[in-house]
């Protein structure tokens, strides 16, 4: 895929450069003339997502809305420095996110704490504040109008309790932020997709998770357009896959619910290795064995404190 990639019906994915190429998806709908972005990257994904604009042929001035997912920084810690540059924009988000993005010095510490200041620097940038009068909460149901195209929100908790789905009508393709899991293009094998689930911390819900899933495939869509990485189609396979992977993951952490505090992480981090290098073999990865593991490394770390983080949330 290159950096700007147009998957027809007005939409193009631009790849943000977050961390390594084709790891983090921002989506543009063009309808008419006027435009949304789906996610906004980081700051340092600004000077792409301008460039994309002028390949295409849109003046930041048509840019009417800015729609985040949820406020995790990989998704939303550009969304405030884009604003500066989107005149028109308005910045839709969860209720549960907007105070976070109107004062993200919470969302800033939180950020430190999982990946520490360097990192998080180098990785995101510094956060600029969403004015208040430019944010709009992404209750369920809400109706975005986008030249008369429409957009439905449904509230998805599952990845965390401040993410929303996106529900483009006219191209009937949901935009699912982490909640239909991750689909690198990497893996692909014959244009087969496979998918794996996003158990980020902090807040990580199995059965809101299948609940979110089982709600978007209610709506008979044509595709989903993940954040990480674009859109992929067969859908009643992958949501399977999604369900049964959930269940694994959970069963991954509980059994190491009585390792001591100071191995339980890596208990749990080396089972979710195994069973991705399993099912790469098992579904025919493009990558398999280390490769594979490369890939998903980063999710890995991520997913493993995420399910210890829930695991000791039950009690």
């Known amino acids: 895929m290159k950096e700007v990639e147009h998957l027809g019906s007005g939409i193009w994915a631009i790849d943000s450069g977050y961390l390594r190429p084709r790891m983090d998806a921002i989506h543009l709908i063009v309808q008419d003339g006027r435009a949304a972005l789906v996610e906004s990257g980081t700051t340092h994904s600004l000077p792409r997502v301008l460039a994309a604009l002028a390949e295409i042929g849109i003046a930041p001035e048509c840019v009417d809305w800015l729609l985040l997912t949820h406020v995790h920084l990989d998704h939303a810690g550009g969304a405030g420095a884009l604003l500066q540059v989107l005149p028109n924009a308005k910045l839709v988000v969860h209720p549960r996110g907007a105070r976070h993005m109107i004062e993200p010095s919470k969302l800033w510490a939180g950020t430190l704490a999982v990946y520490g200041e360097a990192f998080a620097r180098e990785a995101y940038g510094e956060l600029v504040p969403a004015p208040t009068g430019r944010v709009v909460e992404a209750t369920d149901g809400l109706v975005i109008d986008l030249a008369g195209r429409r957009i439905e929100v449904l509230d998805a908790p599952g990845h965390a309790r401040h993410h929303v789905c996106y529900f483009d009508t006219q191209s009937r393709g949901w935009f699912t932020g982490d909640a239909f899991g991750l689909s690198y293009r990497e893996t692909d094998a014959d244009a087969r997709a496979f998918v794996f689930p996003a158990t980020t911390p902090v807040q990580f819900d199995p059965a809101a998770m299948h609940a979110t899933i089982d709600a978007m495939m209610a709506r008979a869509p044509g595709s989903m357009v993940l954040t990480h990485y674009s859109r992929v189609t067969d859908l009643p396979r992958l949501a399977a896959d999604l369900h049964r992977l959930i269940d694994a ?51 890995l770390d991520l997913n493993a404190q995420g399910l210890q983080i829930w695991l000791k949330s039950r009690h």
């Not at 991954?252 to 195994?274: F, H, K, M």
């Open 249 to 299: 993951f959970v069963a991954i952490a509980e059994a190491a619910e009585n390792v001591a505090d100071e191995l339980q992480l890596g208990w749990i981090r080396s089972g979710l290795e195994a069973l991705l290098r399993r099912e790469a073999v098992e579904q025919g990865w493009g990558v398999q064995g280390d490769a594979a593991v490369a890939v998903y490394a980063c999710d």
